[in-house]
């Protein structure tokens, strides 16, 4: 058990649409980031956040965006999906004082249409 | 530029054990990680060694890294058939803990 939980688990949307994936961490995690997984694959880095703002970001496009609240909990925001979108998406967060350790939720399975 | 590369399966027999290999290019690696993923779940940290270590064990687990290679391993004692996952190795810098680089990942098969 580590502490982050994701919404939905699974989720299916048509080429086009948005998407809205939510993340929970536990308290004292501040920093949180996105990790794409496509099938077969390593997870891949989208962004981080740190109270509230973003502060690192790999080569994803800005369609890409992310929100970070106070109470701990996160989003990833996906505009104008595309087929290449369709992958586990992961949370990880990091507790303030300990950042080499990240812990990870089960992640939100999109399919794209 | 970063990556890191492992082989893509490997298979033991219960009881025996397991060694995962990874190698990675980037000599500014700060943490390397081994983490575990089971069918359909997310990423459990499984151990990780700070750059200027060379071993660490942590019951069944042992990791070795070989900074002048860019090489690491986890050697799992005793395998079970519940370590049956697939490995990640990965790697990241002091300057941003949180963008890690992983791996393809390492399907380890454990017969009974």
């Known amino acids: 058990e580590t502490g982050v939980t994701q919404s939905p688990t699974h989720l299916i949307k048509t080429r086009g649409q948005q998407v809205t994936l939510r993340c929970s961490s536990q308290?004292?995690?501040?920093?949180v980031s996105w990790y794409q997984q496509a099938l077969g694959q390593g997870p891949q880095f989208i962004f981080q956040y740190y109270r509230e703002e973003e502060n690192g970001r790999g080569n994803f496009p800005p369609r890409f965006s992310g929100l970070q609240f106070p109470n701990y909990s996160s989003e990833l925001n996906v505009n104008a999906l595309e087929l290449d979108d369709s992958a586990l998406y992961l949370c990880?967060?990091?507790?303030?004082?300990?950042?080499?350790?990240?812990?990870f939720g089960s992640g939100t399975q999109l399919s794209v249409l | 530029g970063e990556d890191v590369e492992q082989s893509l399966f490997l298979s033991v027999r219960e009881g025996d054990s397991s060694v995962i290999n990874c190698t990675y290019t980037d000599s500014s690696s700060t943490y390397l990680y081994w983490y575990k993923q089971e069918p359909g779940a997310g990423l459990q940290l499984l151990t990780y060694i700070f750059s200027n270590m060379d071993m660490k064990q942590d019951q069944r687990l042992t990791v070795l890294l070989n900074k002048k290679d860019k090489h690491l391993s986890l050697r799992i004692a005793d395998t079970q058939t519940g370590d049956s996952a697939i490995y990640f190795c990965?790697?990241?810098?002091?300057?941003?803990?949180?963008?890690?680089?992983f791996g393809i990942g390492t399907k380890l098969q454990v017969i009974p």
């Open positions: 990965a790697e990241t810098y002091s300057e941003s803990y949180q963008k890690v680089t």
């Open positions: 308290s004292g995690h501040n920093t």
């Open positions: 990880a967060s990091t507790k303030t004082g300990d950042e080499e350790k990240l812990f």
